[in-house]
């Protein structure tokens, strides 16, 4: 029998990728990443339900989204495997978290320059690179180390 774990999302990030590294010197990067939809409430006014997840990049793609300065704000793809997960949090109660352990992710923003000449950030119409290795999704997860993580 065939099996699929796959999860794709269009969304923008809510604080700056955070980077850290394993006791096991493995590099990863989380980022908090909301999806929107629209739709009508019973009373006929357009409302907007707002969803946030986590995306966790591992080893190679871990240094590329620290390279490429992944800041709040910024608009992303993603594709990866949902995992989820138990943990024992700081005050020692048991949590499950739910995380996209990324395979693909594509930045859709448009790259900005450090600064300009006139001291502001200007947008360039440089590409982003993507990454998206021919092996399978990593299969590490946050649980196989011993990093208080979730971020």
Known sequence: MAYLNRIQIIGTTGHDAEIRVTQSGRK????????????AG???QTKEL????????????????ENLHVRKGTQLYAEGEMCYRKYTGRDRTERTSAEINA???QLLSPKRQEQGPSGTASPTSTQMPQYNPRSPAPTESAADEDDDLPF
């Open 28 to 39: 990863v990067a989380a980022m908090s990443v909301a999806t929107s939809r629209k739709y």
């Open 42 to 44: 019973d009373d006929g």
């Open 50 to 65: 707002t969803q946030w997840h986590t995306v966790m990049c591992w080893g190679k793609l871990a240094d590329i989204i």
């Open 103 to 105: 395979s693909s992710v």
